[in-house]
C-alpha cells in the first residue's frame, strides 16, 4: 500500500467513525489526513507529511472548538406531546425505575417518588434525556 493510499484509508475510517459520533472532531482530523495524502502525493517525505497532517489536524479542531464556542447553547424543552401521555408499565426495575412501551419502542422510566401499590399505568410529567419521568398521576395542563 502506497503512503497516499494509506493516508486515504486512515481519513475514510475516522469519516466513517464520525457518521456515529456526530461531533464532527473526526472529521476535521479526518481533514488533516487528508492534507497528509496531498503530500504524499506531492512526494514529499513521511516526516513531512506526519507534521503538515498534525498541523492541519490541530488547526481544524482548533477552528472547530471556536465556532463551536460562538454557537448559542439551544436548552431542549419538552416536546408538548410528551408530557401527559399515558405509558403502560412492563417491569420494574426497583422502586422507583421502570420500562415502559412508549411510541413503539422501550424506554426507562424514572418515578419522582415511590408508588405503593406499583401501578400498571403511568403518565410522563418530563424527559431528562432519554429517560421519562414518570407519575401515576396525570399532569395539570
Do not use: N
Request: proline residues 6%; hydrophobic residues 50%.
Amino acid at each position: 500500500m502506497t503512503e497516499l493510499s494509506a493516508w486515504l484509508v486512515l481519513a475514510l475510517v475516522l469519516v466513517g467513525l464520525e457518521l456515529v459520533s456526530g461531533t464532527f472532531y473526526l472529521l476535521a482530523i479526518a481533514g488533516g489526513f487528508l492534507a497528509g495524502a496531498f503530500a504524499a502525493w506531492l512526494k514529499v517525505p513521511l516526516a513531512g507529511q506526519i507534521v503538515l497532517a498534525a498541523l492541519c489536524a490541530l488547526a481544524a479542531v482548533a477552528l472547530l472548538r471556536r465556532w463551536k464556542r460562538r454557537q448559542p447553547h439551544l436548552t431542549r424543552t419538552e416536546p408538548a406531546y410528551d408530557v401527559g401521555q399515558r405509558v403502560e408499565v412492563e417491569t420494574w426495575k426497583d422502586d422507583t425505575h421502570v420500562r415502559v412501551r412508549y411510541r413503539g419502542s422501550h424506554w426507562d422510566g424514572e418515578l419522582a417518588a415511590t408508588a405503593e401499590p406499583r401501578p400498571a399505568v403511568l403518565y410522563i410529567v418530563a424527559l431528562r434525556g432519554t429517560t421519562l419521568q414518570l407519575s401515576p398521576i396525570p399532569p395539570a395542563h
